[in-house]
């Protein structure tokens, strides 16, 4: 550790610099339910935001005016400013939300402001059927805001650099480069969503209206539906969330939602440029394919054997639906969460905990493990296991794709086995905290930290308002880490060790 | 670590614990309103109703389903806690008509709370009963029902609350397999209203000074990026 070198009161002024660019941009997406709040009349929830929005448009202005400088972006500011960006966020967030008076204390507002940006979809909200229109665009727009990554605004808009912004694109666990330039990637993902938007939108619209809404209605919760669905937040405008609507259709054009969210940007790429093959033989689709009908196939023989349902129609629309909210870490519920332990039986739920543990695709608003890296430790598994069954003099070769084949090496492997491990330390962490209150079963706590840990925000029940404010921070940290995949965490925490105890450089 | 260090990390520190600690306390001054929402409604024919899990689910579910007397008054978190013990029964359910009459033919689909929000406390506004999530069933009301339903509840609207004589289905196979309550009749006990949500006078005060002070810093900001 003697060869670790302090870092000096300039890469601080660099990181602030930074910081405050991505509140700019926070700051932006707050003014948006100050709009909608005026024009609703809700007066107080227009000054709510109007705080935020100022408290974030301050540091901004700042942060420009004391803070700039032309120096360069290394890796270690990237991944500290993307670890200390989506914690500060998170904390700017949550302001609108401790002055909504539904958050009981600063860490509830906290936590549902980082359920959102790490697009979970847990709530501790109070009284959400009674919410402010505002305030429920606010926790749904977060989602959109956090799903295409908070820190891509600022790569898009108010970076000039390619360079300099793509240190912080690969700290925000999206490490797949689309095109050469990472400002055109940036550019890419928000043209993929910007379509979505307009077209999920109207899908769900028609949906909406065709299973009886009003209209003005019906676009109030199409677009709520549209940024918890495609971001795979899995936020509801309604407590009972997706079994509020009793429409098949809207559950359909939900469902293609969330597995458009779950591709990951290179693969939307791919079918955009018409090449559908890409998609057929990308190890994350083959790896989600296989897992989903696996996970399917336990998840409906639990439903049968526990006798929950007794037509194909049901275990489809209630099994089917939240297996693909699960894999796709949206988090959506067609139930209410205390049914998957009364009346699930114990194979259904344990479906849904694997389901929730992998997740969708890298590169991808999803959470959890990700195909990507349950593909490759299989396909490492299986490399081994040749390489013992083959004469000593044989050469194993394991290739795989993910848009051009590429050879497995170690490094990947082992690369692919860490995330896997630490998340699943995460989940052991979230379960054992819980069952330390001595309020919750083995099942209850084990789902809700997978859950929690992969951000996918589907509930049995322990994530409540009235839960304990040490498993509620606990929670919140997972949902951080789980976010960014651990590495830029982890970076920050070498950071500050280094301030702490790092040679000065001479 | 040298003190200019230390100055540099302790002041976002210090401005987040303000930030934090700010919005709390103007939180807990919100003007209040002394509103008396109760709604009268008899206790549960089965005063507790256990979670039905593990491996005697059955057994709990039917002893529980065999205690509970015909058209009983039930709550949407014993119904949650074992759906088994009440599939197909008639039971009597007291709550708040929330969100929106979904219209179908044949009658329409509405959500009915019967937390706290919708029997005590009235909608969380201008008050500060932070008693947890909303909790209700979906409820199938057949034409002829649900006529009588004048106002739902949404933000600051205290929605009609009605008592419902009906069958409740555990997989109801109209709705996809959902866990719904088919009315058979419908009366209203307590008529919607609207909340008049008090104005939060420091607040607004605050976010008019704030939004100043983000203006200058942005034409701060911007002057000394001229400048250089």
């Known amino acids: ?506 | 670590m040298n003190v200019s260090m230390l100055r540099l990390l302790s002041l976002p520190l210090a401005i987040l614990v303000a930030i934090t600690a700010g919005a709390y306390w103007l939180d807990r001054v919100a003007p209040e309103l002394d509103l008396d929402v109760v709604v009268d409604v008899p206790p549960p024919a089965l005063a507790d109703v256990p979670r039905c899990m593990g491996e005697n689910d059955s057994a709990v579910a039917t002893a529980i389903g065999n205690q509970f007397p015909e058209s009983g008054r039930v709550t949407s978190s014993q119904l949650l806690n074992c759906p088994r013990a009440f599939d197909q029964k008639t039971v009597t359910f007291t709550g708040e008509v929330v969100g929106e009459l979904i219209m179908r033919r044949g009658g329409v689909w509405a959500h009915v709370n019967d937390d706290p929000y919708a029997l005590i406390y009235g909608p969380l506004v201008g008050h500060s009963a932070h008693v947890g999530f909303n909790s209700g069933v979906a409820v199938w009301f057949p034409d002829g029902t649900h006529e009588i339903i004048e106002t739902v509840g949404r933000h600051a609207i205290r929605g009609d609350v009605v008592k419902i004589v009906g069958t409740f289905l555990r997989a109801d196979p109209n709705d996809g397999g959902g866990l719904t309550l088919r009315a058979d009749s419908v009366s209203v006990l307590a008529e919607g209203f609207t909340v008049d949500e008090p104005l939060h006078t420091l607040q607004l005060v605050v976010a008019a000074v704030l939004l100043a002070g983000a203006l200058a810093a942005l034409g701060l900001a911007q002057f000394v990026r001229r400048r250089r």
């Not at chain 1, 707050?30 to 007066?43: D, F, G, N, T």
């Not at chain 1, 400013?81 to 906290?110: D, H, K, Q």
């Not at chain 1, 501790?124 to 665009?137: A, C, K, M, N, Y």
């Not at chain 1, 896997?420 to 052991?428: A, G």
Request: proline share 3%; aromatic share 10%.
């Open chain 1, 1 to 506: 550790m003697r060869m670790v070198l302090r870092p000096g009161p300039d890469d601080l002024k660099l990181i602030g610099y930074y910081l405050g660019k991505v509140l700019f941009g926070l700051g932006l997406v707050i003014l948006i339910p100050a709009i909608v709040a005026l024009s609703a009349r809700e007066w107080n929830a227009a000054t709510a935001f109007i705080i935020g929005s100022s408290l974030c448009l301050i540091v901004a202005g700042l942060s420009e005016a004391l803070l700039a400088t032309k120096r360069s972006l290394t890796w270690a500011h990237g991944m500290v400013i993307v670890a200390v960006a989506w914690l500060v966020g998170a904390i700017f967030a949550a302001v609108p939300f401790m002055l909504s008076g539904r958050f009981e204390t600063p860490l509830a507002a906290i936590f549902e402001a980082m359920s959102a940006l790490t697009t979970t979809g847990m709530s501790v909200i109070h009284d959400l059927d009674h919410t402010p229109l505002s305030e429920d665009f606010y926790r749904h727009l977060l989602q959109f805001a956090g799903g295409q990554g908070i820190v891509i605004v600022v790569l898009s808009l108010f970076v000039s650099g390619g360079a300099q912004a793509g240190t912080l694109y690969a700290a925000e666990a999206r490490d797949e480069r689309i095109l050469p330039n990472f400002i055109r990637t940036a550019r890419f993902i928000f043209a993929v969503a910007g379509t979505f938007l307009v077209v999920g939108t109207l899908a769900l619209f028609g949906a909406l209206t065709f299973a009886g809404f009003t209209p003005s209605r019906a676009l109030y919760h199409a677009i709520n539906l549209f940024f918890a669905s495609f971001d795979t937040g899995g936020f509801s405008p309604m407590q009972a969330s997706m079994a509020y609507y009793h429409s098949f259709s809207v559950e359909l054009v939900v469902m293609v939602l969330m597995i458009a969210g779950t591709l990951s940007f290179g693969l939307h790429f791919a079918l955009w440029r018409g090449d559908p093959k890409n998609l057929l033989r990308h190890l994350e689709t083959r790896t989600l394919a296989v897992t989903s009908t696996l996970f399917f196939a336990t998840l409906a023989t639990g439903l049968v054997l526990a006798g929950t349902y007794d037509s194909a129609t049901a275990v489809f629309r209630k099994g089917f639906f939240t297996l693909i909210s699960a894999m796709s870490s949206t988090g959506h519920q067609v139930n209410a969460g205390v049914t998957y332990l009364t009346d699930w039986g114990v194979l259904a739920p344990a479906a849904l905990v694997g389901a929730m543990a992998i997740g969708g695709m890298a590169s991808s608003t999803a959470g959890g493990i990700k195909a990507i890296r349950v593909g490759l430790a299989f396909k490492a598994l299986t490399h081994d296991i040749r390489r013992i069954l083959l004469p000593e003099s044989a050469i194993t070769v394991t290739t795989y794709s993910t848009g051009r084949r590429q050879v497995l090496r170690d490094a990947t492997a082992r690369s692919a086995m860490t995330v896997l491990l630490l998340f699943i330390v995460t989940y052991l962490i979230g379960t054992v905290t819980a069952l330390l209150y001595g309020e919750y079963a083995l099942t209850e706590a084990l789902f809700e930290a997978v859950s929690v840990g992969s951000n996918i925000g589907v509930s049995i029940g322990v994530v409540d308002p009235l839960m304990p404010q040490g498993l509620m921070a606990v929670y919140t940290v997972m949902m951080w880490l789980g976010r960014l995949e651990y590495v830029a965490v982890f970076a920050l925490v070498g950071y500050l060790f280094a301030i702490a105890r790092g040679r000065t450089n001479a």
